[in-house]
């Protein structure tokens, strides 16, 4: 199919993505699912080659838009899971098939956290009830957005933890990564807030499908999905207000 051959070519970025990556994504993603549509169309035959008419893909568009936007921070969370509920009634459109992705992030929002699972730990120690607000940032050691990201948590922890800010980092451990390189890494990045290894349970349970990848948990529930290179000082200063 289609799709699988593209998926190949995509896999490396979505494996390991950052903002300058995903506006590409999308538009890739939403040429794969106008050529598959038009293919599944051809193979129905004559009688059923009506596809989506253009009012439906100006819908779907706007509303792809702005679940582009808010998955950008600009917009609430919760208004991108009502987006993305009502991009599921316009079905086969460009707009439908290029937002899976990030409709399956928005999907969470709202969602019980959960107990945290963790196997050990590399530095500190906590649990998602430390604090005001919990942020589990998802990272494997040989993604180089990862390895560029994680050490800037360091910053946003020692701005923030006094204030109720709790930064967990989680790792697999995947493609050969010991514990020892895991290890090498936190000491030299000097990090001091919370790193743990997880089995991949916590990723199933986030939706995380590539990484860094980011969640916010708050009063027990998921407050927020995205890339950790999209936070703000004013997002830190929204989820950790009492």
């Known amino acids: 199919m289609i799709r699988s051959a593209m998926w190949l070519a995509l896999g490396l970025m979505m494996a390991c993505t950052d903002p300058a990556f995903e506006g590409r ?10 050529l598959e549509s038009e293919v599944a169309q051809l193979e129905q035959g004559p009688a059923k080659r009506a596809g989506p008419s ?10 792809a838009r702005e679940i582009q936007a808010i998955s950008q921070g600009q917009g609430e969370p919760a208004r991108g899971k009502e987006a993305c ?5 316009y079905p086969g459109t460009r707009g439908h098939g290029a937002m899976g992705r990030l409709c399956e992030e928005f999907a969470v929002v709202g969602a019980e956290a ?9 530095a500190g120690s906590a649990d998602m009830n430390n604090g005001e607000a919990t942020l589990l940032v998802f990272w494997e050691l040989w993604c180089p957005h990862c390895r560029r990201e994680v050490p800037k948590l360091q910053e946003l922890h020692a701005q923030y933890a006094a204030r109720g800010l709790n930064v967990i980092g989680l790792t697999q ?36 499908r590539g990484v860094p990848a ?21 997002m830190v200063q929204a989820w950790i207000a009492i």
């Open 25 to 34: 994504i999308v538009e890739l993603e939403a040429e794969v699912a106008a």
């Open 173 to 208: 451990g995947s493609r050969g990564a010991s514990d020892e390189d895991i290890g090498t890494f936190v000491s030299n990045n000097g990090l001091t807030y919370a790193i743990g290894k997880e089995s991949g349970a916590m990723s199933e349970r986030f939706s995380v």
């Open 85 to 89: 509920e009502e991009l599921s009634k």
């Open 54 to 63: 253009n009012e439906q893909e100006e819908a779907a568009g706007v509303l």
């Open 114 to 122: 959960g107990e945290l699972e963790v196997t050990q730990w590399y």
């Open 214 to 234: 980011a969640a916010v948990v708050k009063s027990g529930k998921v407050v927020w999905r995205g890339h950790p290179a999209r936070i703000t000082d004013e």
